[in-house]
């Protein structure tokens, strides 16, 4: 039998090594877990265990390489058969806050959706298609916010192009070079959409020069080859060569599916909705998705029982690239999980009890990082902990808020505890896991019932919902920075040299010498040192010159001070004395 040469770059996924030998993924992992290994579909198995349980499944003509520089990505897609098909290009818009992402879309598929977004700010991943000259093209809107970077890099990871939105009266900002880098992480062709070209102050020449310089994008005109097409969101102007542009981009690529295979796609979205259950939007990437099929999501799985277009529609089957809104989750699956289609709902409810095992398993056994180190030491040392529970619209939001909530830098000092989370309104069992516990409940884009918020209120359990996630963080900030430790902020004033002493008792020093430089006043503190020997600390009450009260001595001038002092201090002729005062800062956190 001919020999069969499975090459990895560092690690492969328990879904790719599947593929690879061509056995079942739900075989796979019932192996991988009688080996005493809990792995899901999308974890991550290094060179040696991929070949270790190769063997243990009997495989003895498989042999492995290591490949290097491999731009295989996690999650990446299986080897394509010879019957795969054309597929519509999926394209992310990303760019800078309000450069006008959503505003091209809207344009684009001639409806509104920025004003139902809090602030005007996409604050969730949507997933659109249109035609065009008798084309499909499949669009992501993704958040712009920084708060949004875990979103957006999923974003990123699921699309074959990125358009990135650059104000042309703007230029590049913080975020636009992070959907750089996103789409060139996850191998996206890049196109530069330069909009607002109808303001006043739009320069496209200077934009796509800091384009060109800072990103290494150089225009197609100037000799590059990165398209960049200048627009109107808001008059629609150019976008037509836009839509032209992509399409191009897409037919250079040949993307392709395979539309005979089991369905297989991504988890966009999922929440709750009153009469249906669990909604959960999905991109299909591969197989035909029809109604009445079991689909398995991390740990949960599903039989779809409604399956609707991105325009609320019925929809019957779903091909490659189609975003789909459908219901029949028994639970929520996660933003960012993989599905795929089995056979029926006995297997999906054994790889779904799979995965939910290999996951709570992980969390008991994982490897100890250095923010559990952190949480460790914390303990020990009575560091304080800020408790919250987070509640979401939907999972995306849940996952983004947690992310941010995470990145907050308190230099150790406070410890960050996610007591749980969950999507939906505000419930009793919130409340009654925050109280007594210092625990702040924020709710992302919910509602908190009358009673509930009653009730939180007779137990004391602050209780804040937010719609746009920088109010959110700012409150959380503001939060932390009450637990800080003020900052202890010393300023040096002052040293004199002892030339007499008159009187030494166990608090109190009265003594004289010269200022050598600065100022010394009553209230300063001191140290008393002998040569590089501190002898002690000390209080200025009193300073007189001539015998007579004064408001301060200067450098070069003589005079007598009176100290307080916690215990008895010997001073002697020589002896320096240096004078500071302290101030105490509330610490900010950035």
């Not at 684009?108 to 991943?125: F, N």
């Not at 934009?207 to 808001?234: C, H, R, Y």
């Not at 029809?290 to 091909?319: C, D, H, S």
Request: aromatic share 6%.
């Amino acid at each position: 039998m001919e020999e069969k040469i499975i090459q990895i770059s560092g690690s492969i996924t328990v879904d790719e090594l599947a593929s690879a030998l061509g056995v079942s993924v739900t075989h796979l992992i019932g192996e991988l877990f009688k080996n005493g290994i809990m792995a899901t579909i999308n974890q991550r198995l290094d060179f040696e265990t991929a070949q270790i349980m190769t063997e243990e499944l009997g495989f003895k003509n498989v042999r492995f390489e290591r490949k290097e520089n491999s731009a295989k990505l996690p999650g990446a897609k299986r080897e394509l058969s010879k019957d795969a098909k054309l597929r519509p290009p999926v394209v992310a818009v990303m760019g800078h806050v309000d450069h006008g992402k959503t505003t091209l879309l809207d344009t684009l598929l001639k409806k509104k959706t920025v004003d139902d977004e809090a602030g005007g700010i996409t604050q969730h991943i949507s997933a659109y298609q249109l035609e065009y000259k008798g084309r499909k093209v499949t669009f992501l809107d993704t958040p712009g916010h920084e708060a949004f970077a875990a979103i957006r890099q999923h974003g990123a990871m699921l699309t074959d192009i990125v358009v990135i939105v650059v104000a042309a009266d703007d230029g590049v900002k913080p975020q636009t070079a992070e959907a750089i880098k996103f789409a060139e992480a996850a191998n996206a062709k890049i196109i530069v959409a330069i909009n607002k070209i109808d303001k006043e102050g739009a320069n496209i020449g200077q934009t796509k020069a800091q384009l060109a310089t800072e990103f290494n994008l150089n225009p197609e005109e100037w000799g590059g080859d990165t398209v960049m097409v200048p627009i109107s969101a808001k008059t629609g102007e150019n976008l037509d060569k836009l839509l032209e542009m992509i399409l191009l981009t897409a037919d250079m690529d040949e993307l392709k599916a395979d539309e005979k295979i089991p369905a297989e796609g991504l988890v966009i979205e999922s929440h709750m909705e009153t009469g249906k259950g669990s909604v959960v939007n999905l991109l299909v990437t591969g197989g035909e998705l029809k109604v009445g099929e079991f689909i398995v999501a991390g740990k949960t799985y599903a039989k779809v029982r409604t399956m609707l277009n991105w325009q609320n529609k019925p929809k019957g089957k779903a091909l490659p690239s189609t975003p789909v809104i459908v219901t029949g989750f028994k639970e929520l699956p996660n933003f960012g999980d993989k599905f795929e289609e089995v056979a029926d709902e006995k297997t999906a409810r054994k790889l779904a009890l799979l995965n939910a095992q290999a996951e709570a398993n992980a969390g008991a056994n994982a490897n100890v990082t250095s923010t559990d180190l952190l949480r460790m030491m914390n303990t020990a040392d009575n560091t304080k902990t800020f408790n919250v529970i987070v509640k979401g619209d939907v999972q995306g939001s849940v996952t983004s808020v947690v992310d941010s909530l995470r990145l907050i830098d308190t230099q150790g000092e406070i410890t960050l505890n996610i007591v749980s989370t969950g999507v939906g309104a505000v419930s009793e069992n919130d409340v009654y896991m925050a109280s007594g516990g210092n625990t702040v409940i924020y709710g992302f884009n919910v509602t908190v019932p009358n009673a509930i918020a009653r009730m939180a209120e007779r137990n004391g359990v602050p209780v804040r919902v937010f719609r746009v996630i920088y109010e959110l963080l700012d409150d959380a900030k503001r939060e932390m920075e009450g637990m800080l430790d003020a900052e202890v902020i010393e300023e040096e004033m002052g040293e004199l040299e002892v030339q007499g002493v008159f009187r030494t008792d166990k608090t109190e020093i009265i003594a004289g010498g010269q200022m050598k430089q600065g100022r010394v006043s009553p209230g300063m503190l001191c140290r008393f040192f002998r040569g590089k020997e501190k002898l002690g600390e000390g209080e200025v009450v009193n300073v007189q010159e001539g015998k007579v009260d004064v408001a301060s001595l200067a450098e070069g001038e003589i005079g007598g001070l009176s100290f307080k002092t916690t215990k008895k201090i010997q001073l002697a002729l020589g002896d320096k004395i240096e004078f500071y005062v302290r101030e105490f800062k509330k610490k900010k956190i950035q």
